[in-house]
C-alpha cells in the first residue's frame, strides 16, 4: 500500500505514519518542514497556506492507495489538496471531529445525527466545528461520497500529544503531593489512543471502507478514577488523589476540560457531547481500542524519551490547573463533605 500523508510529523499524523511503515507500506510525507519526518518516508515539502504552497506536491506526480489529512483550519486548504490528487489517489481519508454535530447532540448520537451548519469548502478559517465540517464537505466534493472516509474523531489522547491534557496530568502527578481530582471517580469517559485510531485508518483504507465513522473507544472505556489512578502508578505513586464532587469544582470556578483535561461534569451537555457517542459502526468496521493502562504508560514512556516535556500546538491553549488555585480548593475542602482523602 502507498500512503501520502498530509503531515505526518506531529500526534495524529506521525502515529499515522509510523503504523503505515510498521506495515511495510510506501510512505510520503508532505509537510511545512517544521518538524523532522520520521526516519523510512520520503518527504515533500510546502505550505498549504501560502500561494503555491502545494507546488511539491502537484510536480511530483505521484500516484497513493490512500490520502490521510488532519487539517483542522481553513477548509479551503483541505479543498486545494484533495482536488489536486483526486485522480491520483484511490481514498482519501479525513481525521474530522465529533464537534461537527449540531450543539448540543444528545447522549447516544450515531453518524446520522445532524450537522452543523453554515460549513463551506470554500471557506477562510472560522470556528473548529465549522471548519472541521467545511473540510469533510471538500473531500466529498473531490472524491465522493464512495472514495471518502470521514474520521469523526473524539477526545484523542496517547504518544506525541501536543495538545497537553494527558501530559498535564501525568507532569501533576509527578510533582507528587495532594492532587485535586474531580469526582465522580466512576464518570465514564470515552476517548481514543492515538495508535488505535492510526491503526483503524489503515485498516479503513485496506478494506476500502467509506462514509462517516465516530471514531472513539465505547463509553465508559474508562473512568476518571481508573485513568488517574493510572496516571499515579506509573508516575511512581507519589501523588495522592483528593477526590471532590463536582459541584465543589464548579463552585471554585474552575473550567471543565481546560483546566481540568478530559473532566467535564456528569449530566452534562459537554459530557454528553465528548463521552456519549455511539461508535457501533467503528467497532463493527474493526475498531479495537487497548486498555486505558497502556495508553497512560505509552504516554508517559514517550513523555520521558522527549525531556518530560510535551510540545504544545501554538493554536492550542494550554490546559491545566494553576498550583495556587489548587492549593487553595485542597484546603477549602479538607474534612468536608463530598471529599475523599
Known amino acids: 500500500?502507498?500512503?501520502?500523508?498530509?503531515?505526518?510529523?506531529?500526534?495524529?499524523?506521525?502515529?499515522?505514519?509510523?503504523?503505515?511503515?510498521g506495515r511495510g507500506w510506501e510512505v510520503t510525507v508532505f509537510h511545512r518542514g517544521r518538524h523532522e519526518a520520521p526516519p523510512g518516508v520520503r518527504s515533500l515539502l510546502g505550505d498549504r497556506t501560502a500561494p503555491?504552497?502545494?507546488?511539491?506536491?502537484?510536480?511530483?506526480?505521484?500516484?497513493?492507495?490512500?490520502?490521510?489529512?488532519?487539517?483542522?483550519a481553513a477548509p479551503r486548504a483541505v479543498r486545494d489538496a484533495a482536488r489536486l490528487l483526486r485522480d491520483r489517489a484511490r481514498r482519501y481519508v479525513y481525521v474530522s471531529s465529533c464537534s461537527v454535530y449540531a450543539w448540543a447532540p444528545p447522549a447516544g448520537y450515531g453518524e446520522n445525527a445532524p450537522l452543523v451548519e453554515g460549513a463551506s469548502a470554500d471557506a477562510d478559517q472560522t470556528d473548529y466545528p465549522r471548519d472541521k465540517r467545511g473540510g469533510e464537505l471538500a473531500v466529498l466534493d473531490a472524491f465522493g461520497e464512495d472514495r471518502s472516509v470521514l474520521v469523526r474523531a473524539g477526545l484523542l489522547l496517547g504518544p506525541y500529544e501536543n495538545i497537553?491534557?494527558?501530559?498535564?496530568?501525568?507532569?501533576?502527578?509527578?510533582?507528587?503531593?495532594?492532587?485535586?481530582a474531580p469526582g465522580p471517580r466512576e464518570l465514564?469517559?470515552?476517548?481514543?489512543?492515538i495508535r488505535d485510531l492510526a491503526e483503524w485508518i489503515l485498516l479503513a483504507a485496506e478494506r476500502e471502507l467509506s462514509g462517516p465513522y465516530n471514531l472513539m473507544s465505547p463509553r465508559g472505556h474508562t473512568t476518571m478514577g481508573e485513568l488517574l489512578d493510572a496516571c499515579v502508578r506509573v508516575t511512581g505513586g507519589a501523588a495522592e488523589l483528593r477526590w471532590a464532587e463536582p459541584e465543589v469544582i464548579l463552585e471554585a470556578g474552575i473550567a471543565p476540560w481546560t483546566e481540568l483535561p478530559v473532566w467535564v461534569p456528569p449530566g452534562s451537555d459537554l459530557h454528553d457531547a465528548l463521552h456519549g457517542a455511539d461508535v457501533s459502526r467503528a467497532l463493527g468496521a474493526g475498531l479495537n481500542c487497548r486498555p486505558a493502562e497502556e495508553t497512560v504508560?505509552?504516554?508517559?514512556r514517550w513523555l520521558q524519551d522527549v525531556g518530560g516535556v510535551a510540545?504544545?500546538?501554538?493554536?492550542?491553549?494550554?490546559?491545566?490547573?494553576?498550583?495556587?488555585?489548587?492549593?487553595?480548593?485542597?484546603?477549602g475542602t479538607e474534612g468536608v463533605p463530598g471529599t475523599t482523602p
Open 311 to 331: 510540545p504544545q500546538r501554538p493554536d492550542r491553549p494550554c490546559p491545566g490547573l494553576d498550583p495556587e488555585v489548587e492549593a487553595k480548593v485542597l484546603a
Open 164 to 180: 497537553g491534557r494527558l501530559p498535564w496530568w501525568l507532569g501533576r502527578m509527578a510533582r507528587g503531593g495532594p492532587v485535586l
Open 52 to 72: 503555491g504552497g502545494l507546488a511539491a506536491l502537484a510536480e511530483d506526480q505521484g500516484e497513493w492507495d490512500v490520502v490521510v489529512d488532519t487539517w483542522s
Open 297 to 300: 504508560a505509552g504516554t508517559w
Open 188 to 193: 465514564p469517559l470515552q476517548y481514543v489512543d
Open 1 to 21: 500500500m502507498r500512503l501520502l500523508m498530509l503531515g505526518g510529523t506531529e500526534f495524529a499524523g506521525r502515529a499515522v505514519v509510523e503504523a503505515a511503515l
